[in-house]
């Protein structure tokens, strides 16, 4: 066999090998699958508690983002939330959003799935700043909605505690009691003044 | 000359191969996309109750996630069972018992843990991945009754 048959058939192999071997789909700023393992429990995620807080606030540093499709966004949503159905999560015109450095995004559903395969899909894609309400909105009404003082006595942290969910349950209420046409006036609202802050799209 | 140009490319073609196997026992890449996962998830049932895991055939691996596996916590004992730690999931020896078991089935007391498990999975190219859980608990279990006074105030 003289060099060149031989150089010839290396090549071949290698080209096989190129072919048999996957291909990498991570790029360079997105994290390897080790990474993302080491990221499951970081436990960056937010109790409804501290998330009735960050609503009693306006804190501006968060922004909850409703993952629900947006017939059930209309009939309520935590105060201050936009709507990027889950079906839409991955399209270009929400990217703005959910890839940003300015502010905390806490994804939510109704329960757990759909937020966390979002959380990790978006951590997939290197996006920073995401995290999600544990329990989702269901967690929400069990916890904040429901909840009732019963005439025991309280220490002054359950006080504050039941203060705060108290305050999340009347505004919650108040701004989802709203008629639909002023619902959708505030909310398109919201929506181009976080375009205008953040710099995404409308 | 000709025994030099023979020597090269066997040297190439060794490395390539090593590189290859220390490539495949890293594991640290992923077989599908962001997309490719993201659309798997919109038209897979992913969710499975306990009671129809006999419906799997072949017999699912039901694999534990927790920080802390204890052996009492698995009540999926009729089932072949795997405790593992959330950092530990991608590790060879998981890797290849993955590989020989047709189905596997995610549980957590954090289903958040396992929602994650499952797309990390899925981009790493296993198939046939299921959660233990209720798929109760993805619907809206309230209803939001309006205070029909809020737009007075």
Redo the contacts between chains.
């Keep these: 066999m003289?060099?060149r048959v031989?150089?010839s058939l290396?090549l071949a192999?290698?080209a096989i090998?190129l072919v048999v071997?996957?291909?990498?789909?991570?790029k360079k700023d997105?994290p390897?699958?080790?990474q993302?393992?080491?990221?499951?429990?970081s436990n960056n995620?937010i109790n409804v508690d501290l998330a009735a807080r960050y609503v009693n606030d306006s804190d501006s540093g968060f922004q909850f983002i409703d993952l629900?499709t947006p017939d059930?966004f209309l009939?309520?949503n935590i105060p201050g939330s936009i709507n990027i159905p889950?079906?839409q999560?991955?399209d270009i015109k929400w990217q703005g959003y959910l890839n940003q450095t300015n502010k905390i995004n806490i994804l939510y559903?109704?329960?757990?799935?759909?937020?966390?395969?979002a959380?990790?899909?978006l951590n997939?894609?290197g996006y920073k700043n995401n995290s999600?309400l544990?329990g989702g909105?269901?967690e929400w009404?069990?916890v904040v909605?429901n909840t009732e003082f019963t005439g025991g006595r309280l220490t002054a942290r359950e006080n504050a505690v039941y203060e705060n969910r108290r305050k999340a349950k009347n505004l919650f209420?108040?701004?989802?009691?709203?008629?639909d046409s002023?619902k959708t006036t505030f909310l398109e609202a919201k929506i181009i003044e976080e375009a205008e802050l953040d710099g995404g799209c409308e | 000359m000709k025994k030099i140009g023979y020597l090269l490319s066997s040297v190439i073609i060794l490395l390539v191969i090593l590189f290859i196997i220390l490539h495949e026992i890293k594991g640290d890449y992923y077989r599908l996309s962001v997309e490719e996962a993201y659309t798997i998830t919109q038209n897979e049932r992913i969710l499975i109750r306990y009671d129809a895991l006999d419906s799997i055939n072949p017999e699912p691996l039901i694999i534990y996630l927790s920080e802390n596996p204890v052996e009492n916590s698995i009540s999926a004992k009729n089932y072949k069972n795997l405790m593992a730690k959330p950092a530990e999931l991608l590790n060879l020896k998981y890797r290849k018992i993955y590989r020989h078991t047709g189905n596997l089935v995610l549980w957590s007391d954090n289903p958040g843990l396992s929602a994650g498990a499952w797309v990390i999975l899925n981009r790493k190219g296993y198939k046939n991945i299921k959660i233990l859980g209720d798929p109760e608990n993805e619907t809206f279990k309230y209803s939001f009754q309006p205070d029909s006074l809020a737009g007075l105030k």
């Design positions: 003289n060099t031989f150089l290396n192999a290698l090998l071997v996957p291909a990498n789909k991570s997105q390897t699958p080790v993302q393992v080491n990221q499951l429990n995620n629900r059930e009939v309520c889950y079906e999560l991955l559903a109704n329960g757990d799935l759909k937020s966390n395969m959380l990790t899909l997939g894609k999600v544990n909105l269901n009404f069990a909605m209420t108040e701004i989802n009691s709203l008629p002023l």
